[in-house]
């Protein structure tokens, strides 16, 4: 059996209190680790460390923190396939996947946060009669709480930027995926990165998460998870005044227009909907087809969605596991609800159990649904799994209603070659990014985030950066000069 342990002031540690929990294998569905528990004591004592590095750490040039970045990558590159075997057998995704998109993802995080800060730089205003210049300095010690669904392309994506700009942090992966987080802490160890610059403290959300947030020495929390528990940890931030960070779910509208490249648009339709079993919050939930393609539509997607293979994620399916039991009983519970409000399963709508060592895997079919309205639970819901429903349109301005019509807003897709259609629906969408013709392209420059109940802040390039700095204002009068 594995131990995922803590990783305080460069050493790998247990829990104060000595609590653990068991880390299952959603592939089989039986316990394969146990990672610490952590709790305010391990939290306090992570905070400490990272304040003890902090001076150290934020007085180096920013050039030499890159180095710092790239070595750590370059450690998580040679162990690639580790890394990839490993976030697999804790998230359940395809082994492939996880090398393709998390692992590649991790250290392309890591090298692009690394090169970031050594072009970031601050305004200056001049005259009349004086020179305004922008600080843009570290925090000090700060928060990053990640999911189980990209646990380690998360966990860089915010570790990255954080220490770029010279912070020193405490982490707290997800307590169902704990592998990476801490292969990453060895990573970094291996790397020469200073003892007390990351620090990784595993445990549950309300016990280790909720710490961190109320800790006094963290200033800043950037966070990545559900609308509720997003919801909760802003009530906590509040009164302590701390500069917070959302990135939270999606209900995601995929509008398709008869004049699409009509291949394209289902393939990546498919795609959008079922890459990691459904469980990104930019997958497409919630498929509009303009009406006079509709049933050609439907039946192409339909046929792509049960052309998927579901299976041991070890062995080049399409799609693995869901990456907790909670989680496959609250899919499979969606989709109930959906056959109550009267939805049609076209394709999948149960539990799949292969054959071998995976029976009692936590598998769920590609499952494709229509006949629902927008004011169901399912159209209004983040499923966060294979789950996805059609629904015809008419007019333009019907299929803006429709994909701006619920509380989330953190992706759109468009599929058209109407060129003028494209920037006006685009601009017309409530969300935080509108892929046109493409989904889930990501130039790590651009602005990350969502609207409405998907989130508060950006990440990404300089807004990543910006967030974990803070802007002072230096303000000096030019004796001689007129002010
Ligand atoms: O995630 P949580 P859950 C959505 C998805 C999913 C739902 C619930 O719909 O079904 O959220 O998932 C930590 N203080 N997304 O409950 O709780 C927790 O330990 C501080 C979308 O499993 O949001 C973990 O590290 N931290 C999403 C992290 O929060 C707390 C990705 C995320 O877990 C805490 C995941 C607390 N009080 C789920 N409680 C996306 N946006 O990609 C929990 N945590």
Request: aromatic content about 8%; overall charge negative.
């Amino acid at each position: 059996m594995l131990t995922f342990r803590h990783f305080i002031g460069g050493a790998p540690c247990d829990s104060v209190d000595g609590a653990t929990l068991p880390v299952y294998e959603p592939a089989t569905g039986a316990q394969y680790a146990i990672v610490a528990d952590g709790s305010q004591a391990d939290i306090d004592a992570a905070a400490r460390a990272a304040a003890a590095a902090f001076p150290a750490w934020s007085a180096l040039p920013a050039a030499e923190r890159a180095s710092h970045l790239n070595a750590v990558a370059d450690a998580i590159e040679r162990r690639a396939v580790e890394f990839a075997a490993a976030e697999s057998r804790d998230t359940g995704k395809p082994v492939a996947l996880a090398r393709g998109m998390d692992i590649a993802r991790a250290v392309v995080n890591c090298r692009f946060f690394a090169a970031a800060i050594t072009q970031f730089s601050s305004e200056s205003h001049t005259g009349p009669g004086t020179l305004n210049y922008t600080l843009r300095e570290p925090h000090g010690v700060v928060g990053c709480i990640t999911p189980w669904n990209l646990p380690l392309l998360l966990f860089t994506w915010k570790i990255a930027p954080a220490l770029a700009a010279g912070n020193c942090v405490v982490a707290k992966p997800s307590e169902l995926t704990p592998a990476t987080a801490s292969m990453f802490a060895d990573a970094c160890a291996e790397a020469g990165l200073p003892a007390g610059v990351l620090n990784v403290v595993h445990g549950q959300g309300p016990r280790a998460g909720q710490a961190l947030v109320e800790h006094p020495g963290i200033t800043a929390i950037s966070f990545t998870g559900g609308t509720a528990t997003g919801t909760r940890l802003a009530a906590t931030a509040a009164p302590l005044l701390k500069k917070l960070s959302l990135e939270l779910g999606g209900k995601n509208p995929n509008i398709v227009f008869a004049d699409c490249d009509f291949e394209r648009a289902v393939a990546d339709s498919v795609r959008a909907a079922f890459l990691n079993q459904g469980q990104i919050c930019l997958c497409g939930s919630r498929v509009y087809v303009e009406r006079a393609l509709y049933p050609r539509f439907r039946d192409a997607f339909v046929a792509g969605a049960k052309a998927l293979t579901v299976g041991d994620p070890a062995d080049g399916n399409d799609l693995g596991a869901l990456t907790s039991g909670a989680h496959l009983d609250k899919v499979l519970a969606a989709i109930e609800t959906a056959r109550t409000e009267g939805g049609t399963v076209l394709a999948g709508g149960e539990r799949v159990r292969p054959a071998g060592r995976c029976a009692d895997g936590w598998f769920v079919a590609p499952t494709v649904i229509e006949g629902l309205p927008l004011d169901c639970r399912t159209n209004q819901e983040e499923i966060f799994g294979p789950v996805v429903t059609l629904a015809p349109f008419d007019t333009e301005a019907e299929a803006v209603a429709l994909a701006n019509g619920t509380r989330y807003g953190l992706v759109a897709t468009v599929w058209t070659r109407d060129l003028d259609r494209a920037h006006r629906v685009s601009r017309a969408l409530s969300a935080g990014i509108v892929w046109v013709n493409c989904w889930m392209v990501r130039d790590l420059r651009t602005p990350f985030g969502g609207v409405k109940a998907s989130g508060v802040g950006r990440e990404g390039g300089l807004e990543a950066l910006r967030f974990f700095t803070e802007p002072r204002n230096i303000c000096i009068r030019i004796a001689g000069e007129s002010e």
